[in-house]
C-alpha cells in the first residue's frame, strides 16, 4: 500500500521560503517519477514540478525561478522548495507520484498560509 | 484562466449518465494523452483515468473516457450520490512545457 504524507509549516511570512517534505512508504522514491501540485483555496489544481527517476526535473515556467525540488533517498522523501513567497503562494499543497499527467497517488495535502 | 477548459458544473439524476467536457489546443490535448481526475469534498484528487480512457485498477467501468482532436471527455454512468465531487482533465503542454488542468467540474447528482 503506498502512502505519502505531506508535512511542513502551515503558516509561512512573506518573502521567506517554504519548505515541504513528502514521506513516501510502500515504495521507494527512486524507483518512480514525484510531483507537487497545489490547489489555492476555492479554487483548481496548479502542477508546481516533477522529479523524474533519472534525476531530470522539469517545473512549472512560472514558478521555475522560485522552486526546487528533490529527492532524500536515505528518508526516502520527496522534498519541495519554494522561495519568496507570497499570499499567492497560500495553497493545498499535495505530492504525488507520477509524472506529467499522470499522476496515480496522492498525499492527503497540506495547507500553507502564507501571512505575516 | 486555466490551459483547459471545463464546464464549471454540470448536474443529473441518480442513475442517470453525465458527460464532461474539456477542450484544449494542438499542444495539449491534441498531442498527448487526457488524464481525469476526481476529487471528492475536503479529500486529495484522485486518478480516474489516464491515457485517455485507461481506468486504473479498482475504478469502475461506470467511467469511461475518450478523445477526438483536441477535446476528451469523461462519461459516467449509472450515477450514484457519491460521485458528487469535482472533475478535473489533465495533459502535458508541449509549448508551456507544463501540465495543464482544466479549471474542474462540479458534479451534481440530483
Known amino acids: 500500500q503506498v502512502q505519502l504524507q505531506e508535512s511542513g509549516p502551515g503558516l509561512v511570512k512573506p518573502s521567506e521560503t517554504l519548505s515541504l517534505t513528502c514521506s513516501v512508504s510502500?515504495?521507494?522514491?527512486?524507483?518512480?517519477?514525484w510531483s507537487w501540485i497545489r490547489q489555492p483555496p476555492g479554487k483548481g489544481l496548479e502542477w508546481i514540478a516533477y522529479?523524474?527517476?533519472?534525476?531530470?526535473?522539469i517545473y512549472n515556467p512560472s514558478l521555475s525561478s522560485r522552486v526546487a525540488i528533490s529527492l532524500d533517498t536515505s528518508k526516502n522523501q520527496v522534498s519541495l522548495k519554494m522561495t519568496s513567497v507570497t499570499a499567492a503562494d497560500t495553497a493545498m499543497y499535495y505530492c504525488?507520484?507520477?509524472?506529467?499527467?499522470?499522476?496515480?497517488?496522492w498525499g492527503q495535502g497540506i495547507l500553507v498560509t502564507v501571512s505575516s | 484562466q486555466s490551459v483547459l477548459t471545463q464546464p464549471p458544473s454540470v448536474s443529473a439524476a441518480t442513475g442517470q449518465k453525465v458527460t464532461i467536457s474539456c477542450s484544449g489546443s494542438?499542444?495539449?490535448?491534441?498531442?498527448?494523452?487526457v488524464s481525469w481526475y476526481q476529487q471528492l469534498p475536503g479529500a486529495a484528487p484522485k486518478l480516474l483515468l489516464y491515457?485517455?480512457?485507461q481506468r486504473p485498477s479498482g475504478i469502475p467501468a461506470r467511467f469511461s473516457g475518450s478523445k477526438s482532436g483536441m477535446s476528451a471527455t469523461l462519461d459516467i454512468t449509472g450515477l450514484q450520490t457519491g460521485d458528487e465531487a469535482d472533475y478535473y482533465c489533465?495533459?502535458?503542454?508541449?509549448?508551456?512545457?507544463?501540465?495543464?488542468f482544466g479549471g474542474g467540474t462540479r458534479l451534481t447528482v440530483l
Open positions: 494542438g499542444s495539449n490535448i491534441g498531442n498527448d494523452y
Open positions: 504525488a507520484r507520477g509524472a506529467v499527467a499522470i499522476l496515480n497517488y
Open positions: 491515457e485517455n480512457d
Open positions: 489533465g495533459a502535458w503542454d508541449t509549448s508551456l512545457r507544463s501540465v495543464v
Open positions: 522529479l523524474t527517476r533519472s534525476g531530470d526535473t
Open positions: 510502500g515504495a521507494s522514491v527512486s524507483n518512480y517519477h
